[in-house]
């Protein structure tokens, strides 16, 4: 039976973070029938499952849990999209939380791009939680149908959270291998940008956690995944039109030397 929202955690060792997920989404009134909360553990040892086994027990919500050791956030990524039963996905990192109610007033949001199939959902504004401030104030003020590409320009980036039409990410899965587990999401965003706008939207939809312990799954050491940066910086030059880079001249010159940078780890590499 599909819900309505999947929404997506990797995890690895955050027990003492994941309640804080569980927490902001039991706490969306909306209804049980209409939500998943999708964990894909990456070879979690401290004690994780047990955690989301007396989750379970209280029958809140329905959740799934799949353990993979090592795989990645990106392979998490992919396999979550494949197994999502929800019309829409969300992804939630492990050691942030859902602004209260916000899915509530996104239901009505959702309505307006159901059947526009060049927008691919909703992106939305993501708070500080010390600050209590906007982490992106790009798409903020009025709602607004818009592509990436014009967010990149804006040099006004930030943290946010999005609302994706599942089906639309089954086709732009990370191209992940053995050999490449991790692969920044600017590729993600560049890729998809060439087939699809956003509708931004003002709504608060996250609450954003600066904790930067090293064992966060969205960090990673550029040396030791030069592949994959090189394949997202490749994408970056490949996928967005000239004349964004030309309005954010900085974004255009970190991309290069990014790209030299880990062009010149793979060739001393072979």
């Known amino acids: ?17 994941l309640s804080r997920c569980y927490n902001s ?46 795989a ?12 999502a039963r929800g019309k829409y996905f ?5 050691d942030d939380a859902l602004f209260p109610q916000s899915l509530i007033l996104l239901k009505e949001k959702l309505k307006l791009i159901e059947n526009e199939h060049s927008i691919i959902g909703l992106r939305c504004s993501a708070i500080n939680n010390e600050t209590g401030q906007l982490t992106s104030k790009f798409g903020s003020s ?26 639309a990410l089954t086709q732009y899965l990370y191209p992940i291998s053995p ?22 939207v003002n709504n608060i939809v996250r609450v954003f956690y600066d904790e930067s312990e090293v064992n966060r799954l969205s960090k990673s050491s550029i ?22 880079f030309v309005k954010n001249p900085i974004g255009f010159l970190k991309t290069i030397l990014r790209l030299l940078q880990v062009s010149f780890y793979l060739w001393r590499w072979k």
């Not at 039976?1 to 955050?14: A, D, E, G, K, Q």
């Open 223 to 244: 040396k030791n995944n030069a592949r994959g940066h090189f394949i997202a910086r490749k994408s970056m030059l490949r996928n967005i039109p000239f004349i964004y």
């Open 179 to 200: 050999e490449v587990k991790f692969i920044p999401e600017v590729w993600f965003y560049s890729t998809i940008s060439k087939h699809y706008d956003f509708l931004y």
């Open 1 to 17: 039976m599909s819900v309505l929202f999947t929404i997506f955690t990797p995890s690895f060792n955050r027990k003492d973070t």
């Open 142 to 167: 009025d709602d607004m149908i818009t592509s990436w590409f014009k967010e990149f320009a804006s040099r006004n980036v930030g943290e946010k959270i999005d609302v994706f039409k599942t089906y």
């Open 25 to 70: 989404i039991i706490a969306q009134g909306i209804g049980s029938d209409e939500i998943e909360w999708l964990i894909i553990d990456d070879g979690s040892t401290d004690g994780t499952s047990e955690l989301i086994s007396n989750f379970r027990c209280e029958k809140l919500i329905d959740i799934v849990y799949f353990y993979r050791n090592n």
């Open 72 to 83: 990645g956030k990106q392979a998490a990524w992919n396999f979550a999209v494949n197994h």
């Open 90 to 94: 969300i992804g939630l990192d492990s």
